[in-house]
Every structure is written in C-alpha cells, then in structure tokens.
C-alpha cells in the first residue's frame, strides 16, 4: 500500500547509513569462493530534527550538504618530517 507523502522538510543529515557486508560463499557448480555484497542498516539515535527521523514519519527530505577540508592537520604537524625522510631516503636510493 502506497503511503501519501506528508510534505518535504529541509533538515540536517542524520548519522544512518548503509553499511557493506561482504560475506564468502562458494560457486555451487564451480566450487570457486566469491564475495556477495550485501549491505546492512547502522542505525542511531536520531535527534528530531533530521533527515532520518522525518523520513520514519513519512516527510520527504532535502539535505544541503558541503564538502570541505579533510585533511588530519594534527597527522601532518606530528609525522610530516618523519614521512619525508623516510620517502625520501627510499626514493633516493
């Protein structure tokens, strides 16, 4: 049964995703392994205002999403010089 949507919310990202589950199995006529993709729910708990928790109450969502700087800047100020010197001796040789 088709359910009306209520409306469309602009919201905030929730923290639920989609996680890969690859699991082993075995070709039955081959006997070679292979992988099968599968994915499982990580779900949270959601605040009130998210994108998650409208969809569970049959709200549509828009999300405004921005990508910036991932960069571990504590990484590079601790291991910068010991990452170089290690690169470079190797490169070097």
């Not at 999300?63 to 800047?73: A, S």
Request: include cysteine; proline fraction near 3%.
């Amino acid at each position: 049964m088709e359910e009306e949507i209520k409306g469309i919310r602009f919201t905030k990202q929730g923290m639920e995703f989609w996680a890969e589950n690859p699991e082993q199995r075995e070709h039955p006529a081959e006997g070679s392994f292979y992988y099968w993709l599968g994915a499982k729910l990580a779900q949270f708990d959601e605040e009130d205002d998210c994108d998650i928790t409208f969809l569970n109450k049959g709200y549509a969502t828009a999300v405004p999403i921005h990508i910036g700087d991932l960069t571990h800047h504590l990484s590079i100020n601790q291991q910068r010089e010991k990452f170089e010197n290690y690169v470079n001796t190797k490169v070097s040789k």
